[in-house]
């Protein structure tokens, strides 16, 4: 038996639907779910299915508001320094372990090897943590810059390597430079404005601030 087109309309749909509530960002999930009932809805109409189009018409109409909502929104970001002896970082490490290591590599890091380290509070919400160390005389080797997922929507990468451009040069630092082999993180430095470039014989991610 064949299936028309509405048909394969209706499972693409469904799909889309289905990935969106897959999304750990919400931001993500609210832009697929908006394609998804988008389609929904045309589906519906197409075949007759009043109530199936309205409804998810309303859907749509839900989706688009928040996101304006969020594009709209002023969020308050925050850098509080990570104390050495911090047991809250210790935690945080441990209960982000399998997303570390899946982003970074890794999921042991020591304070003590740092030059630079702060956690970022979005809305007063510890959202991510970034640690550096000195490269040379004036660059900032990047150790660890993790958001948690359900933050990753570029801004607090945006924060911190353009909003606070001015601390790093405080501290003696024009340029960040990361060795990363994570595609998502490697996606993520190029977002940023870092460019792929050799260094010591090994591929790097610079980026100047000045």
Request: some cysteine; overall charge positive; hydrophobic content about 40%.
């Amino acid at each position: 038996m064949s299936i028309n087109w509405f048909e394969w309309l209706g499972y693409l749909a469904s799909l889309i639907v289905l990935i969106s509530l897959l999304m750990s960002s919400i931001l993500k999930l609210r832009w697929i779910n908006l394609v998804g009932s988008g389609l929904f809805a045309l589906y519906g109409f197409l075949i007759g299915a009043l109530p199936v189009g309205f409804m998810n018409l309303g859907i749509a109409a839900i989706n688009i508001y928040y996101l304006i909502k969020i594009y709209r929104s002023k969020e308050y970001f925050k850098m509080l320094p990570i104390e050495g002896d911090s047991k809250y970082f210790s935690y945080f490490l441990d209960f982000h372990k399998k997303g570390l290591e899946e982003y970074a590599g890794t999921s042991q890091f020591h304070i003590s090897n740092s030059d630079v380290n702060f956690y970022i509070l979005r809305n007063m919400v510890p959202a991510g943590i970034f640690i550096g160390s000195k490269y040379d005389e004036n660059t900032l080797k990047v150790d660890l810059d993790f958001v948690i997922p359900e933050y990753r929507d570029f801004k607090i990468g945006s924060y911190i390597y353009e909003n606070r451009k001015e601390y790093f040069l405080d501290k003696g630092y024009s340029k960040f430079i990361s060795f990363s082999s994570k595609d998502e993180h490697i996606k993520y430095l190029k977002k940023m404005g870092f460019e792929e470039k050799e260094g010591k014989g090994k591929k790097c991610f610079v980026k100047s601030i000045i």
